[in-house]
């Protein structure tokens, strides 16, 4: 979801196993040379979308890394698919309530920019938290853990499943 962490998180897991970080929204920024926010009102979602599952495709077909997708990008097939087969996917999962504590101010996400975001996060997390349920490997709840917790928990779950050797 918007503002679970996945940025952050990401980059320092990263950092943690030595493995290089993308951010697909920064990624597509780079491409399309604006933001997301002005391509998404200009062109529409689709062509997002379009641009987003090529993107990951890339992506996935390419070296190791930690990669942070958009939050919508679990609503293809192809990129949930696509996702599932090239790595380990970890679902950041937070409420609706506490996505909008972190939100609230933020003004650049564009599917919050309508008269009730609060209630437009849990429409979002209705319609896209069993999407990231089925292409996750792992859940991790975020609640409020600080970033380096957040790290430490997703490791350990890839030190239990045998992914990486026990530290």
Not at 30 to 43: D, N, V
Not at 47 to 59: G, I, N, T, W
Not at 72 to 91: E, K
Not at 126 to 133: G, H
């Amino acid at each position: 979801m918007p503002g679970s962490g996945k940025s952050t998180v990401g980059r320092s897991l990263a950092r943690r196993l030595h493995l290089p970080f993308h951010d697909s929204d920064q990624l597509i920024e780079q491409r399309i040379g604006c933001p997301i926010r002005e391509f998404f009102a200009r062109e529409g979602e689709g062509a997002f979308r379009d641009l987003e599952q090529q993107v990951l495709a890339e992506l996935a077909a390419g070296e190791p890394c930690v990669l942070a997708t958009g939050g919508g990008a679990v609503l293809r097939d192809a990129n949930r698919q696509t996702l599932r087969a090239a790595g380990h996917v970890i679902y950041l999962r937070a409420t609706p309530e506490e996505l909008w504590r972190r939100l609230r101010r933020d003004t650049q996400r564009p599917l919050l920019q309508v008269a009730d975001p609060q209630d437009k996060l849990r429409q979002l997390h209705a319609e896209r938290d069993p999407l990231y349920r089925e292409t996750a490997h792992y859940i991790i709840d975020t609640g409020r853990p600080s970033v380096p917790t957040l790290v430490n928990m997703i490791l350990m779950q890839l030190e239990l499943a045998g992914i990486l050797p026990a530290g």
